[in-house]
């Protein structure tokens, strides 16, 4: 059973955080589907990712992301401190395991969701595909019952067996 989404309730955007380890492939892939679903969707949205440190925004992401014409080359890695009222977002997804175990306790009421996807990086162009196709079908389960007014779970994201989980890779 999900609860309504408080920001829909309350007719203002719902501020929506990906949250990784470096803020450099996974949560900035993540933020580029969720900005990109929500606009598609008409959901008001603000959309932020954050990591645990920040890094740079890899290239193989951006590229991955290209070839279905979402640009990230404008973003860029930050920490949860770099990000406006940190404390205030909606839902929190983490993205990676590392990013789970570490990411602080929010003293404010939010919906903390977690799906680990596989850190492509070194892996080749395939790899990078793969995940980001898996990013943007979690993502879309995530807006879309965003949408509806509800507040998802964390295995109502989860698609098919689409890479998630078990590495410990910084992205």
């Known amino acids: 059973m999900t609860a309504p989404a408080p920001a829909l309730r309350e007719r203002r955007p719902l501020r929506l955080l990906v949250l990784c380890t470096h803020n450099s492939a996974r949560s900035q892939m993540g933020e580029g589907w969720l900005r990109h679903h929500a606009a598609r969707l008409g959901l008001d949205a603000e959309v932020w990712s954050a990591g645990t440190e920040a890094t740079r925004v890899k290239p193989d992401a951006i590229e991955a992301m290209a070839e279905v014409g979402i640009d990230l080359a404008g973003q860029a890695s930050k920490t949860l401190w770099d990000v406006p009222e940190p404390w205030t977002f909606d839902v929190v997804l983490t993205v990676c395991d590392d990013a789970n175990e570490t990411c602080p ?3 404010a009421a939010t919906t903390r ?28 389960r995530l807006v879309e019952t965003l949408a509806g007014g509800e507040t998802p779970m964390s295995e109502g994201l989860l698609a098919g067996g689409a890479l998630r989980g078990g590495d410990r890779d910084p992205a």
Do not use: N
Request: aromatic fraction near 10%.
């Open 105 to 107: 306790a929010y003293p």
């Open 113 to 140: 969701l977690h799906v680990s996807f596989h850190d492509p990086s070194g892996k080749g162009r395939d790899a990078w595909r793969q995940v980001r196709d898996a990013l943007g079908d979690t993502m879309r």
